[in-house]
């Protein structure tokens, strides 16, 4: 059940991410993009990890990806044009790209056995004992969290209005 | 010690305090008063040398040896003080310089006296005196070494003293770097002195050759030729002799004083002093010997076509110095000296002579343009008529006395003095020729004087003379007295001067058989008298001197002096040139110094350049980079411990899991 | 039927996902994609510490996780207000026709 | 005073620099204030001879203080023998300087004065640090002021070549320092120490290891060698000669180099100098003959004078790389020698080219008749700078020479004293064109000397002359300090020498072997 | 005990500053001068530079469970990073286009964003907790994307701002890839535990991986080559003022968080990490240096300058002991001290739009202005290298550690390449020193303002002191070094 589980949604994030670097028109990267956060969201369930399947589906495929689109939408940006500004991109990138898997996957098989099998028995981690670590022992980068997004906030303020005079 | 008061060092330093007073302030002092200044130094210097000269009549025993004389250079084991010594040799030349050298100090008084750099031209005469007084009175090497470059510092100052004259310039230049070559051997004979010796002292080294432990041959002779080099440079001999014609762009009493009475004779006197260093190598002594007579002959032989009055005892100078080099070369060092001596006498009086034409005729030097001057001008007739004789030779004037002393003696040193001893009678034919060729052609006949000529006594002259006119007193003085000197320089005789001597040159050469040498002094003013009869045929009527005419080919050869001039700038100075401008100047500096760092510059920029292109500015050959260099980073990493490659893994065994 | 899955296979997920993100970077010809992309490679890593957290039954790795959420958001704002800005100073999103400032 | 002394020459020319960047620029304060300075700075460094123990060895008016603790440096200063004459030197120069930049810099007189005291300081300090940090630190700094009174001052600035050249300069000298201080940080490692006394007996203790030792030894050459400059090492010279301002090209070559090859090469690694002797040896002597041949025929007179510095220059290389007591006292007094010659040539030469705005040659002739007093000195340094007996420059070369011929081999003595003929070649080739002959089309614009210059430039005829004469007053100083650095070559190697090298070197040090 | 909050007041006061300008600046008057936000600010950086220095009487220890650890080095660099945000700002109240011009600045934003972006700096230093790491490394970044892209009328500023912003989040990607591995290796994220977890890892190729993968995030914050390709066209992009924040401060606590990593995450992997130190170090110097051979616009030649200089500070690791950390903590502060100068003078006297930008622009600056031209000859000599700067010392410091270390043919390469650096150096410097052309600007300052004078002054005093009198920079970077070799053991 699990192994089938597993193979679905890894199959579906793949698929996705694949479809993501396929598709030409933006919007339809975004729609990509969400199957492997939905498809990611699965997984973490399976791994015990509801809340983050909850918060992955909204945060991220919700608020996040809601944000891409609009700008999308708002950018009226659209089918990529084929151009070729990149030939470093090509010749250097795609050989390093094939680097980084092959020691990426030759560490993780080797070091794979160090690991054990999941099974959809294990516990699933509670939000309660979650809470406990998130607002005791990590309380300063939660805070933190609230700077960071006033960062952003006021980032992105700056950078986004318009300069004409009108505050 | 002993001092006996002869102030030695005063002799050299009353001149220098004369060249101070007038260098420095010579051009805002009244012209008296520059002379003034000019005359009594060298005349207190003159006063010195005689009265130290009634010392050692009156029974001063000599050498006279400073030995209190403050250092000069000291380092570690080398010790060169400013030491003076006197002794015979140093006092005859002493007394030829002082004195010779004062009468043409008066005598310029007159002849310079239009001259711009009146001042100037007397300090730099006195400079002269200082240098030369210290070449001769110095006791070490190093020291007369210093009186040699001083005097040719003189010597170049007062040749390019027509500053305004590019010829004389270039003059001066030739003699003081001609002077150099030869400073340089001089240079290198010091050095090879005092690695020997580990001394200069003329004293100390005397002594140390005097032991049975002395050097070998090959170093003493290479010591001489070296010296030599530097002898040949200063009096002007082969193949140094090329500055000496050329240096008669200086004022003619200069002429007189350094080119032809004191300076020039410098070589004869070091190697008269360096004589127990030229005994010991008869290598050396037979080099000096032919370079004299080589010399003698060479120079009388470009005499004879000359037409400029002053080339023509330039080139008489140098062959009477190689006289004395050949007197030198067979050991007659006293004769060399007593030839010099006399030298001095009649040369100093020819120039002064010829100063006095060229002065009556407005600058005209060009023998050419002179004649009948006999005239106008007696006094200075006569006194060159006594110093030509006694330059050709002729009993009793003094040239006789010395230059058959240098004959005999040659004429005793075997077959190479035979031979010798007929190139030196060759060359008093030559010289008896060319002496009465001048003779004529200056005061005989009638004046072919075209005005116009300035050539060395400047704007001062524009209105022309009509006629020669007879110098003033204050020149035909020193002209009398040296006149005096030609005629009794020599009656000192050979005997008592090479005796007095002899305590500095060694033995004096013993006197032959009587009648030999009788015969040969008979044989000499014969070949003079000769010269004189073929002066006399071609030139006493001015018509007939286009009889050389015939001899057109020798003629050119001798009036281009051979194209030794022109030889040495084809084959010294251009190649010198040549490679500096264009192997040392372009492959040395261009490319290799230069070029080196171009190169480097260039690698350097072309990396940069090359660097600067990766920074395409596209945002995805960036991120390529990023990856790529993150692939580089993660091999680097872990490639070592996933593939095991042996070191590396060993280094971080504990990774294996 | 309770089968197994080895966490290795999650991980190799991960890193595919990781890689196929980098790829995107370099293929993608839009800022949004690649942005897209970007995001994509913060999902791979999530996986990753998701799958490390079940392993450690370590809590932490999950809370991780959400930070990385909140600091993907956080940069989604502030990267689609870059967005925004370049395209009106420059009126194209495309990748390759930003390079106004080069070597 | 006496242990003070040393700070205040090093100090008083940066207070100067710091005064007058405080005060205004108005009139000629900024050029009063620095002849002042400089003038009270040559006071403070005659006071050095004046108190100098002669015959006691090593370090004399030492000050030391430790100035940073980790890594280790001390304010280490001290002269002896070697460093002595040479401070004199650059305090004699500094007014000098100033007189000589006194007419022709008229604009931004405060740059160039705060500049140039600063680079007064630099070179001060090079001479008197004994701490190896310290001393690399004015090292160093001596390049800057040069570099931008170049840029600042340069001759041809509109043709921008006097950046390059001031580029060049500080590019040619900058980069061998590198190596330099490699060098020095590895001796740091190795000894824990950068005081000179501390280095120089952990490297004669022979507890180094040796390969790196040896290129330690290459790297500090290489450095000093460039700034000397060496034959090869020389691309900057000319530039600078032709570029920089008169007070700054005076001071450009030589004297930093040379030193520096004496104090931190061959006193450092008297072993390993010896090594390297024969190549240096070989260097000087194509030095002084490349030097002279070029400048012969050079058309430009700045060229030519920067022919005629690798030339003198080469001579002192020499002296120092024979290893003879000789050749060291010659190579430092004519250090000393060409400090003062090039500054009074470079001033006149300086003086020609304000006036007539031209430094070719041929565009002179007869300025001797505009110019009597410029002429008259002129030839007076020339002669100098040939070597003619009782003036300095003949002393120098002598006791080069003599060093050499008996210490290195007659080969070499004879090959370096044709440069003797050759600089009187070049030298009157200079004068003939320059100040003989008809007067050529610019000469009226030439200007003789103003009084300030004669006054200058007289003095230091003076003391050229003064040095040709009583040299000993010089070398008597040196002598000990030199005796130890050929004392301690001989006791650092005593592989079998040659039998010329035996005797002399018994000669100088006065000892029977 | 002390607290918590004591251990991060530096951090609370930035934070407070910070929301108190966002607030006052939505308060104002839309036309109403913002200048005096800045004034606001630099106060509120002052205080907090003194509760930084206010931190260094506390006992060494941790707060928050175990997240953040003051003590000497944490401080060091706390007040390093104070003191660059407040010449920062000082800078930017007179540089910044005055708010009635057509190109109005949300200058009430811009203060706020630097004072938030230093809250995130200084937490970098003292950050003991990976996921801490993480956060404030986002909130440094994140204000410095926006500070990057404040020009948003050029083109060249939102350019900037987008490839800074998108290729550091890639290299985030990667360092908190990183973490996950590290994580997945130890089970934890702290740094002292994953220390001491490291020998019993569960798999030590993750740790290895891990390692690669963070270094591949930090060596981009550093921007060591050849993770640099950002570097040149942010600079560029940027404004002049910005840069001379981002050119330093966050490199400085990037480098802070490397030592972390290297000496107290992966102490482990020192015989790895050193050569990779060494062959970063070398490339950067050569790479930086070349490049900047060839540069005509002054930016990004400083660009590449500071890709240079961040081999010389990498040069460093190659040491042993805790050497490497005080050279390090000492070089970035004399780092710090003369960029920040130069970029404060290029803002000074070439202006915010940038009217001057290439080398020959500068031709004259010493005539028209000579106390900028001369302090600008100042900077770069002490960029160069000469001795009696900061620049001499910091790179004496560094490479005599790297000598220490045994790696003296880098030290070599170090220095050869600083000669190279000295031909562009110096190609400023002496345009500077130039007389201008007669047709060329010959304007002076555009804004010599009281801030300006502040920020230049406390550069220029920083570098003199650091050259003549390092002392107590010196010792306190030991402190520092001591201290934090007493917290990770070794």
Redesign the interface.
Known sequence: MHLVLFLIFALFALAGAVNLLLQKHPINSALSLIVVMSSLAVLYLLLGAEFLAMAQIIVYAGAIMVLFTFVVMLLNEGREEKTWGSHTAKTLGFPAVAVLLAVLSATILRAGRHYGMISLSDGVTTTQELSRVLFHDLLLPFELTSVLILIAILGAVALARKDNGEA | MNDPMLFLPLIPLLPLLGFLLNGVLGSRLPKALVSAIALIFPLASFALVARAAWMVHTGLALPVVEHDAPAWIVSGAMHIGFGLALDQLTLVMLLVITGVGFLIHLYSVGYMEHEAGYWRYFAYLNLFLFFMTTLVLAANFLLMFVGWEGVGLASYLLIGFYIDRKSAGDAGKKAFVVNRVGDFGFLIAIFLLLANFGTLNFSEIAAHLATPAALSGGTITLICLCLLLGATGKSAQIPLYIWLPDAMEGPTPVSALIHAATMVTAGVYMIARAHALFDLSPTALMVVAVIGAATAFFAATVAMVQTDIKRVLAYSTISQLGYMFLACGVGAYSAAVFHLMTHAFFKALLFLAAGSVIHGLSGEQDMRRMGGLRKEMPVTFWTMTAAVLAISGFFPFAGFFSKDAILAAAFEQGAAGKALWTVGLITALLTSFYMFRLWYMTFMGQSRARGHAQHEHGHEHDHKQAHAHESPWIMLTPLVILAALSVGGGWVGMERFGAFLAPVTGKAANAGDAHVELMLSVLAVLVAATGWFVAHSLYARSESRGATESLAGPRRVLENKYWIDELYIACVVRPIEWIARYVLGWIGELVLVRGSAWLLAGIAGLCGEWLRRWQSGNLRSYAAWLAAAAAVLLIFVLAGTLLGVGGFAQTLSWAVR | MNTTVPAEWYLILSAALFTLGVVGFLIKRSLISIFMSIELMLNAVNLSFVTFAHEWHAVKGQIFVFFVMMVAAAEAAVGLAIIISIFRARGTLTVDQIDLMKL | MDNVILSLILLVPLAGAALVLLLPERGKIPAWIALLDSLFTFACTLHLPAHFVSGRGGFQFEENVLWLSHPRISYHLGVDGLSLWLVVLVGLLAPVGVLASWKSIQKNTKAFYSLFLLQQTAMVGVFVSLDLMLYYGFWELSLIPIAILTAMFGRNLSEASATKAALRFFLYTFIPSAPLLVALLWLYAHTGSFDYAALQAAIASGSLPGWQLGWVSVAFLLAFAVKVPVLGMHGWLADTFSEAPVAIAMIAAGKLGLYSLIRFHVELFPALAREAAPWMIGLAVAGILYGAMLALVQRDFWKLLSYATLSSLSFCTLGIYGFTLSGMNGALLQTVNEGLIGAALFLMLGVLYDSARSCQIASFGGAAHRAPRLAALFVIASLAMIGLPLLNGFVGEFLVLSGTFTGVGKGWATAAALGVILSAAYMLRLIQKIFLGEAETNSPRIRDLSWQETCTVGVLAMIMLAMGVMPTLWTSTMEPALQGVTQRFLTVDQAPVSAAYGAVTSASTGEPR | MTPDIFR?FPEVVL?VV??LV?VADASMA?KSSRRPLGWVAAVGVMAALAASLWQSTLPAGT???G??QTDAFSTFFHVLICGIVLVAILLSIDTLPPDKSP??H?VG??F??MV??A??MC?LTSAV?L??V???L??SS??T??LA??R????????????Y???G???T??L??G???V??AT???EVREIATLL?A?????????A???M??GV??KVSAA??H??T??VY??APTPVVALMSTAPKVAAFALLIRLLYGVFP??H??WMP?MW?VAAVSMT?GN??????HNVK?MLAYSSIAHAGYLLAAFTGSGTEPIAAVGFYTAAYAAMNVGIFALLSAVGGYDERRSTVTDYRGV??SS?LAG?LM?LFL?SL?G???TGG?FAK??S??TA??GGA?WL??IG??N???A??YY??L???I???A?SSAKAEGLSSVGVGVTLAVGIAALATLVLGIL??HV?DAA?SAAQSFAAVHGF
């Open positions: 991060i934070t910070g929301v966002m839309p707060a928050f469970f997240t953040v190109a109005q949300h934003e811009y706020a964003l938030f972006g809250v995130g937490l907790e996921l801490v993480f956060i404030a986002e909130i994140i204000s994307y926006v892209g404040y948003k009328q050029t083109g060249k500023g939102p350019e900037a701002a987008m490839k912003f998108l290729l989040s890639f290299a990607a990667f908190l890839y973490i996950a591995m994580f997945g089970g934890t994220t020998p890892a569960r798999s030590h190729v993750f740790v290895l991986l390692f690669g993968l270094m591949v060596l981009f050849p993770f390709v950002w040149p066209d560029e992009g482990l992997l015989p790895l990779l062959v790479v070349l490049a900047a051979l060839r540069q990004r010493l005539y000579p001369g000859l000599i160069i000469i001795p009696f001499f004496f410091y490479f005599t000598m220490q003296g030290v070599l220095l050869l600083s000669g190279i000295a031909a110096l190609r410097a002496l345009s020193a130039q007389p052309a390092p002392g010196l030991h």
